[in-house]
């Protein structure tokens, strides 16, 4: 059989097409919107090479209008989630002997598949099932998918590069193992390239993965599995169940070929998590790898030095763009007094400008958040905020569930800078602002740092190179992904790894080979050419 050291493709991020009215891609992706809107699925569930309908059905509805049935999904009782791991485990005798460079061919060409004749499709998918405008759909199920399986391909390269030094007479290496026994993917509803990377980085790896996604994106994560399926991904490498969470949990962490999690959701669903691996841990063959990405409570300060026209723009887009679902969400600011006026300004005049509705309509701006659970959580914020005495309504402040779970876009002012909705995450399009003393700006910082116990993404505005310095190092454990004159989301794969420590996570960067060092298990084999034939050392004489 041929060998050889083989270099893959140089990874790139794929370039964002803009959907401007007249272009090809915008007449594409209406034109899959329309095809899957007006038609209905029965998503099953998918072990090894079965395709299982238990009956047991649960409906999709498209979240900006709940009277609209997209179809069903069926739900794994225990036997069945049991099943999937065993079959896991089956596929993972040939997955985990693969040739690597077999392995990165299946993702790569995973990668194109989207690029090409899968975009629209995802695209469309993503909008009807999340509610994401097309911009926000190709930047997040295109793009950014496409990058982490080109990008997760090199780093699994410069993974298995790394390797030690050897002496005169011995050869040293490292194999940079699958983990033994199985991982459990949960990914959640909000971005379609994190429900696609979380199985897939593990997989690539080796590794064999039992895979649950967010029930608000199973709509969506069909596609991934057609794209896997159509890549040439073998069966029982990455197997997917729908149901219970906490059944699946329960099934999964009592086994004791559990092997790892990755995870994307709620910084107290991670916690469970922890207590329960705790909990168990002597029945586990190995230490399970926990690696999440949780909360965040997002922040932009901004110094008196600051353009306020940027800040402005920072917040109307890091705050509201997908509704601001988005972990890394602009959700509490710190604007000095004197340019607050102005900012103001600005953020309703924004604010008032922006179009909500269907993503369909490729005019708007701004559609509804996923549940109504999640509806009637921001809108009780909402309330409350209109009755309290340390709060006020700058902009935004109404809300509608007769169609879809539409809030609008909302600008609470506190004057209280430990004000309930600046310190607990609320995942929607609610921004609250706290306005200080221009001259306590440094006082500022540290309550910035000490409010939260989230540390995911922050942004800071300045013009003055000195209080960038002194913001920066202040700033220090607040957020993992820190921003200076931008808005606090959008990164990029290849570009800005993304996690947060505190309680946003493990902070193991998504996007990163610090990230796939977390699915292999080195072992160091040493090689002596000529070994010894006697005891005895040069000191004994």
Not at 15 to 20: D, I, L, P
Not at 287 to 315: C, M, N, Q
Not at 342 to 364: A, H, R, T, W
Not at 395 to 415: C, H, Q, R
């Amino acid at each position: 059989m041929p060998k050889g050291i083989f270099n893959v493709p140089k990874a790139y991020n794929e370039v964002v097409k803009s959907y401007a009215p007249g272009t090809p891609e915008r007449e594409e992706v209406k034109k899959a919107f329309a095809e899957l809107y007006n038609s209905t699925v029965d998503i099953p569930l998918y072990i090894g090479g079965e395709e299982i309908r238990t009956g047991n059905t649960k409906n999709l509805f498209p979240p900006f209008d709940h009277q609209h049935h997209l179809g069903v999904y069926h739900t794994a009782d225990k036997a069945l989630v049991e099943k999937a791991i065993v079959t896991a485990l089956e596929a993972r005798k040939k997955w985990s002997a693969m040739a690597w460079e077999h392995r990165a061919s299946i993702f790569l060409k995973a990668a194109e598949l989207l690029a090409g004749p899968y975009r629209a499709k995802i695209n469309a998918a993503t909008m009807i099932a999340q509610a994401k405008t097309v911009h926000q759909a190709e930047i997040d199920a295109a793009c950014e998918f496409i990058d982490f399986l080109r990008y997760n391909v090199e780093y699994m390269t410069q993974v298995y590069a790394q390797q030690p030094a050897s002496s005169e007479g011995i050869w040293n290496r490292v194999e940079h193992r699958p983990l033994e026994g199985f991982v459990y993917a949960i990914t959640p509803f909000n971005f379609t390239a994190i429900s696609g990377n979380l199985p897939s980085c593990v997989a690539m790896m080796g590794n064999v993965v039992v895979w649950k996604p967010a029930a608000t994106q199973i709509y969506s994560a069909q596609v991934i599995v057609e794209v896997f399926k159509k890549a040439g991904l073998p069966d029982g490498v990455i197997n997917v169940v729908y149901g219970d969470s906490g059944m699946i949990t329960d099934t999964i962490l009592d086994n004791e070929n559990f092997a790892g999690i990755h995870f994307t959701g709620s910084t107290g669903v991670f916690n469970d998590f922890w207590g329960t691996i705790g909990k168990n841990i002597s029945k586990y063959k190995t230490y399970p790898r926990i690696v999440g990405e949780t909360g965040g409570k997002d922040f932009v300060w901004a110094h008196p030095s600051s353009d306020a026209k940027e800040v402005a723009t920072a917040l109307s887009r890091g705050a509201f763009e997908y509704q601001g679902q988005k972990c890394s969400a602009a959700s509490r600011a710190y604007i000095p007094a004197s340019l607050w006026e102005e900012v103001k300004n600005f953020v309703i005049e924004d604010v008032k400008s922006f179009k909500m509705g269907s993503p369909e309509d490729m005019s708007n701006y701004i559609s509804s958040v996923i549940t109504e659970g999640s509806f009637d959580k921001l809108a009780k914020a909402i309330d409350a905020a209109k009755a309290s005495s340390e709060a006020e309504i700058v902009v935004g402040g109404g809300y509608d569930k007769s169609k879809g779970w539409f809030i609008e876009p909302t600008v609470i002012l506190t004057s209280n800078p430990k004000y309930d909705t600046m310190e607990r995450e609320l995942f929607g399009p609610v921004l609250t602002v706290y306005v200080y003393e221009d001259a306590k700006w440094e006082e500022s910082l540290k309550l910035v740092d000490e409010t939260s116990n989230y540390a995911l993404t922050g942004a800071i505005f300045s013009q003055d190179r000195y209080v960038i310095e002194i913001a920066t190092k202040a700033l220090e454990n607040a957020a993992g992904n820190f921003y200076i004159n931008d808005k606090p989301t959008g990164a990029v794969v290849g570009q800005q790894p993304f996690g947060g420590a505190r309680g946003s996570g493990t902070n193991d960067k998504a996007g990163s080979v610090l990230n796939l060092l977390r699915w292999v298990s080195p072992r160091t084999i040493k090689e002596t050419f000529v070994p010894a034939k006697d005891y005895r050392y040069p000191f004994l004489g």
